[in-house]
């Protein structure tokens, strides 16, 4: 009988994060250290966001530098973890009758790959990724991620990667890093309230979160992953933060771990 394991929402935020060695990465690398050890990752990333529900069914899955203009060495990082073409199927069979294409076009996204490689740097995890459907309203990617739930009682780690607050116009590339926008700090905060209190349907409907929404949300890909997660809890779980921070101003690093 495998153990209960919980599944955690990873503010990826910067790819270069993956090269670094800072707050984040510390924290990761804990999260690694401290959750039993997984059978395998369910990912759900920010940057698999494509129309329709499909799943990676690779024995081995390509380690995908789906970015630009950053330095030679971030292309060169590869992140070998086995797939597990046994658990997208039985994705596939848990998510009827909803079509989910198995895909073995796609590989591991940076969204993945970049806090992996710190959370399990030996990359001995089998891996899988689906996608986020970008032609489905917020209520069913927390429908998905309820009907997945099961998962957690088989061993499998589901990780959602995105960011809470994520407003790249206001990000300071390359800048002295400023103090976070008031704007988001007040979501965030008001977010892990609502994430501490089980109140989930305003974050569900997030669109409704006044202009601070609006400014920390200005695209949902980043922050969809979360719905998947908190999807997952149960009313015992508990919910707890265990990376903190607000990078460029504009992009909260939060973590939010469900069980």
């Not at 459907?133 to 069913?140: G, L, N, W, Y």
């Not at 790249?168 to 309230?193: Q, S």
């Amino acid at each position: 009988m495998s153990e209960t394991l919980p599944s955690i929402f990873l503010g990826h935020g910067n790819p270069m994060n993956a090269l670094s060695h800072n707050s984040y990465t510390d924290a990761w690398r804990r999260i690694g250290e401290q959750t039993p050890r997984p059978t395998a990752i369910l990912s759900i990333s920010a940057h698999w966001y494509v129309p329709g529900t499909a799943v990676t069914v690779n024995a081995a899955p390509q380690t995908i530098h789906d970015f630009g203009g950053f330095p030679r060495e971030l292309y060169q990082v590869q992140y070998p973890a086995p797939g597990d073409p046994a658990l997208a199927q039985r994705v596939r069979n848990m998510l009827a009758p909803l079509q989910v294409a198995p895909d073995d076009s796609w590989g591991l996204d940076h969204g993945t790959w970049s806090v992996l490689c710190h959370v399990y740097p030996d990359a001995d995890i089998p891996v899988v990724q689906l996608s986020i459907d970008k032609t489905r309203p917020a209520p069913f990617h927390f429908q998905v991620g309820q009907k997945l739930a099961p998962l957690r009682d088989e061993g499998v780690l589901i990780v959602g990667s995105g960011n809470l607050v994520h407003n790249l116009h206001a990000y300071a590339w390359g800048r002295h890093m400023p103090d976070p926008y008031d704007w988001a700090v007040r979501f965030e905060a008001n977010a892990r309230e609502l994430l501490l209190a089980g109140d989930y349907q305003p974050l569900i409907e997030y669109e409704t979160l006044g202009q601070d929404g609006m400014l920390s949300i200005p695209t949902p890909d980043h922050y969809l992953p979360l719905l998947y997660v908190i999807g997952t809890r149960r009313e015992s779980d508990a919910v707890t933060f265990p990376v903190e921070g607000v990078d460029g101003g504009s992009i909260s690093m939060l973590a939010v771990q469900v069980g």
